[in-house]
């Protein structure tokens, strides 16, 4: 809702000022937003065109906050700006503090941490500067904040007991209630589950002092959260029903839909995955209603690990896909500060799919238990070898381990014949790459793994297959993969033979440089494995790295 949308709704009668900021305020403590915009606007609009800048600013920090509250960032972001140009108009110390705060907090939702630290910081300068303790502590507090974001829950739990000890000081149970919960998230990350519990239940008793709707309904929610974490469901459900009560009353949709994701959460782990599906069929909904992308995101994630435990390995993959899309959109246009911890915790999900569809495809194959794992180790070691590191690297793993996705097409007896295939049966074998290429493709992978699963048959001197390439037109993730292959061939049991020792395996190999493999890559990978002595360790070394 714009100013000007908010202008055409009815005035409050002829009520005066304070009157109406304080029907305001309890209106957005019980989370009615609308009612809470039209109020503060009614209450700006009286007053006078010269003279009360300070309180000016102030309603224009609370409609901004309103805004915030609803998700709609470029309406904060204006109301918030135009406090910060009123109280620097009149040099009002005290206000311009706090109008750095609050844009403060929108830069670092944008995704700006270094300009947010920068406002946070001369914010709590001028708020000390002034004697506004309370000010400070709700900066101390969004220090705390920036710091969790970052990846550093100790630095921010010292923020956090700065601003928490103030609030006290002063009184204010709603911000102490609110920095209890923060510091309650905070041990989450931390997996300290007893400290989190305690935080988040003196958090929500302070909250029911005051009755604030949308911080009760936020506690509990993170109270879902940590009992999620902690594997205690019936506590994890009964804290999402308090947040949906909450959430309905005050219609709110983005929060509703978080709580219905708790819900999907919960009843995955109960083994209900109907009622899992059916929960974040309306978180996805919801989401797409108020264009919340990064809880689009969040569904699609929760809908693949849903689907994975299901067996429905193609399904997962392209929910993952899916969510990495959005992601990656998030990221290009910085809205999101902790983008990065989301796709580490996407990519975990990618591994266990891809996982999972890898001991699917070996459970054909009696021969190859494990072979799919041990590749991606040893694809990985001689990747970082040559230098490939960071997203690329565990992308490369999650295409070794597919690799042989195409072989799922081959009967298992073939698979398991234990004599001398006849050319035709070679032939349906050789096809398993082009397979298992038109099996990825269909996925629509962020990165592609399409020359790992096609190409890895492919040899040096160009008498490999499917499509004869030779030399370097062969893609380098695919000969990399083809050096790592071809080791743990000989070096597991066969239907035909033996497996042989490290030295036999890399005798072999020599033999084979310039025809088969590449042999710069394969110098590489002999001193690789030279420096963690011999198979076991070298194994060992590369599941460590990952």
């Not at 670092?108 to 941490?113: A, D, E, F, I, N």
């Not at 030779?470 to 066969?494: N, Q």
């Not at 497996?499 to 890559?521: C, F, N, T, W, Y």
């Amino acid at each position: 809702m714009s100013h000007s949308e908010l202008a055409e709704v009815p005035p409050a009668g002829m009520e005066p000022v304070a009157s109406l900021i304080e029907s305001a305020q309890a209106a957005e403590r019980a989370g009615s937003w609308n009612e809470a915009l039209a109020r503060y606007e009614a209450a700006l609009s009286r007053l006078p065109a010269e003279g009360e800048a300070a309180r000016r600013a102030e309603l224009l920090r609370w409609i901004g906050r309103v805004y915030r509250q609803r998700g709609d960032m470029e309406q904060a972001a204006s109301a918030y700006a135009s406090s910060l140009a009123v109280a620097e108009a009149h040099g009002l110390s005290d206000q311009i503090a706090a109008g750095l705060n609050v844009l403060a907090v929108v830069e670092q939702l944008r995704g700006s941490p270094q300009a947010a630290e920068e406002m946070y910081l001369r914010a709590r300068a001028l708020a000390e500067e002034a004697g506004d303790e309370r000010l400070a502590a709700m900066v101390e507090q969004n220090l705390g904040m920036l710091q969790n974001i970052r990846g550093n829950p100790e630095g921010a739990l010292l923020h956090y007991q700065a601003a928490l000890a103030c609030y006290r000081r002063l009184g204010d149970d709603l911000s102490a209630a609110w920095a209890l919960n923060n510091m309650g998230m905070a041990y989450v990350d931390r997996g300290n589950w007893r400290a989190a519990e305690l935080c988040l239940d003196q958090a929500l008793e302070l909250a029911e002092r005051v009755q604030d709707a949308d911080t009760l309904g936020t506690i509990e929610l993170n109270r879902a959260e940590l009992y999620l974490n902690w594997r205690n469901l019936e506590r994890a459900r009964e804290a999402c029903e308090r947040a949906f009560e909450i959430f309905a009353r005050a219609e709110s949709k983005a929060k509703l839909a978080e709580t219905y994701r708790f819900y999907s959460v919960l009843y995955r782990e109960m083994g209900k995955p109907q009622l899992a599906e059916a929960h974040l069929a309306v978180v996805l909904e919801l989401a797409r209603s108020c264009d919340d992308r990064l809880l689009e995101a969040e569904a699609q994630n929760e809908r693949a690990l849903l689907y994975a435990a299901e067996g429905r390995n193609r399904e997962a993959l392209l929910c993952l896909n899916e969510a990495h899309g959005i992601f990656t959109m998030l990221q290009a246009r910085s809205e999101v500060l902790d983008i990065e911890r989301r796709l580490d915790r996407l990519e975990e999900s990618y591994l266990q799919v891809v996982q999972a569809w890898g001991d699917s495809i070996e459970s054909k194959d009696r021969y190859t238990a494990g072979h799919c794992g041990r590749v991606a180790e040893y694809t990985c070691l001689l990747a970082k070898g040559t230098g490939i590191g960071g997203r690329d690297l565990a992308w490369l793993r999650m295409g070794a381990i597919l690799h042989d996705v195409g072989k799922t097409a081959v009967p298992a007896e073939l698979l398991n014949k234990p004599g001398k295939l006849t050319s035709e049966e070679w032939e349906v074998i050789k096809r398993h790459t082009v397979v298992g290429d038109e099996i990825v493709s269909e996925l629509h992978f962020p990165w592609d793994v399409r020359p790992i699963v096609r190409n890895h048959h492919e040899h040096w001197d160009g008498g490999g297959y499917p499509d004869g390439l030779a030399g370097e037109e062969i893609p380098v993730a695919a000969r990399i993969l083809c050096v790592a292959d071809v080791y743990d061939a000989l070096t597991t049991e066969r239907s035909y033979r033996r497996a042989l020792s490290h030295e036999e395996a890399l005798q072999i190999m020599e033999r084979e440089a310039g025809k088969v493999l590449d042999p710069q890559l394969l110098r590489v990978f002999r001193r690789l494995l030279e420096e963690q002595g011999g198979l076991g360790r070298a194994a060992e070394a590369v599941v460590a790295m990952a």
